[in-house]
Each structure stands twice: as structure tokens, then as C-alpha cells.
């Protein structure tokens, strides 16, 4: 059965900390690796990791993949109160439509 | 600048009614998709369409029902709520059709089901 864990499941951190969020996976015919932020609301995209080792980065957020090790890590450096969310992790696989969400994280920055 | 908007933002049903969620995005994306999300246990696909005039079963279909109206609309609905079916439902779109596009999500709908 595909699944997707993430860790931990949630995380609280003062302002300016840096963060790692991690996200194992089991997709069978796996294509990419999404990450999403969820505030009060509807997740967000963050980014999509398809190659191993290729740093996808977005201000003070980055994120890699490891096909070997079935992974990804999410980073966020000198993080900020907005930055307190649940962020999601999902698989994806080859040629079918289905995408398989990790529980998330929910991270809290005090300020 | 609307993306998906989602209908109601919030419903409290008593076991056995039935409603319809209805979603709609202005982004004209092919796939349209239905999640539920539960504490714990992430996003779960109910169904989803492919491209108008299709629909699918997702992991957790059962107790739901689909319509793909036309390009834009996509609607859920409980013909016989469930207490189990309490929840925050959401729609997603995607561009392209398949798995290489991320979703765009509505603001979710907090169903109760008592």
C-alpha cells in the first residue's frame, strides 16, 4: 500500500530557529514529491521535486529529494511567525492521478 | 483572481439528510479532484475527474457521489450522511492532466454530521 510519513508530526520553534521537516515515501511508480503549506485554510503549493540531489529553493525555504533513501527534507531558515502552518508532504506516481498525502507537520513559531 | 471556490464554507448536517458541495475554479484546469481531510490521517482522495465527462473513484469513495457539470463545476454529494463522513472536504484543480501538475486547492467546506 502507498503511504507517505512525515516527521515530526508537529514542531514548535522560536523565531529565527531553522527548521527541518522530513517526508519518507512509498509510491509505487513513483513521479515527484510535493510539498504544500496549510494555514487557516486551502494547502499551497510549495514545490515539486522530481531529481534526486536538485535543490529547489524559494526565499528562506528549500527542499531536496533522495530517490535512494525514499525521502525529502524541507528546510526553513531564520523562520518567522508566519511561517507557523501545517506543511504537507505527497507523492505522486507515474501516469495515474493519484497523490498521496503525508498526516503533515504542524510547526509554531513563537516570536 | 477567484481560483477555486468551494460552497458552503460550513454545514451541519443530522445523519441521513443529503447535500451537495459545489465547486467551481475559473483557472481552466482539465482535472478536477475531492479530498477530505481528518485529523491525523492527511489529505484522502474521494474521486476525482480527469477531463470533462469523466469521473473516477478515489481511495475513500464510498457514501459519495460526483457530477463533472462542465469544465468548471465539480460537485459532491452525500445522498445519506454519515457521522463518519464529519469532515473539512476539499476541492483541488490541476492544469495538466495526470500527475506532473501540483493542485490548487479551494478553502474547504467543515462538515458536521451529527
Known amino acids: 500500500e502507498d503511504k507517505v510519513v512525515q516527521s515530526p508530526l508537529s514542531l514548535v520553534v522560536h523565531e529565527g530557529d531553522t527548521v527541518t521537516l522530513n517526508c519518507s515515501y512509498e509510491?509505487?511508480?513513483?513521479?515527484?514529491l510535493l510539498w504544500y503549506k496549510q494555514e487557516k485554510k486551502a494547502p499551497t503549493f510549495l514545490f515539486m521535486l522530481t531529481s534526486s540531489g536538485i535543490e529547489k529553493k524559494s526565499g528562506r525555504l528549500s527542499s531536496i529529494l533522495d530517490k535512494k533513501e525514499l525521502s525529502s527534507i524541507l528546510n526553513i531558515t531564520a523562520t518567522q511567525t508566519g511561517d507557523s502552518a501545517i506543511y504537507l508532504c505527497a507523492g505522486t506516481n507515474t501516469g495515474g492521478f493519484k497523490t498521496i498525502f503525508g498526516a503533515g507537520t504542524r510547526l509554531f513559531v513563537k516570536a | 483572481n477567484a481560483g477555486v471556490t468551494q460552497t458552503p464554507k460550513f454545514q451541519v448536517l443530522k445523519t441521513g439528510q443529503s447535500m451537495t458541495l459545489q465547486c467551481a475554479q475559473d483557472?481552466?484546469?482539465?482535472?478536477m479532484y475531492w479530498y477530505r481531510q481528518d485529523p491525523g490521517m492527511g489529505l484522502r482522495l474521494i474521486y476525482y475527474s480527469a477531463s470533462e465527462g469523466t469521473t473516477d473513484k478515489g481511495e475513500v469513495p464510498n457514501g459519495y457521489n460526483v457530477s463533472r457539470l462542465n469544465k468548471r463545476e465539480f460537485s459532491l454529494r452525500l445522498e445519506s450522511a454519515a457521522p463518519s463522513q464529519t469532515s473539512v472536504y476539499f476541492c483541488a484543480s490541476s492544469e495538466l492532466t495526470g500527475d506532473n501538475s501540483p493542485l490548487h486547492f479551494g478553502n474547504g467546506t467543515r462538515l458536521t454530521v451529527t
Open positions: 509510491v509505487t511508480n513513483f513521479r515527484s
Open positions: 483557472m481552466n484546469h482539465n482535472s
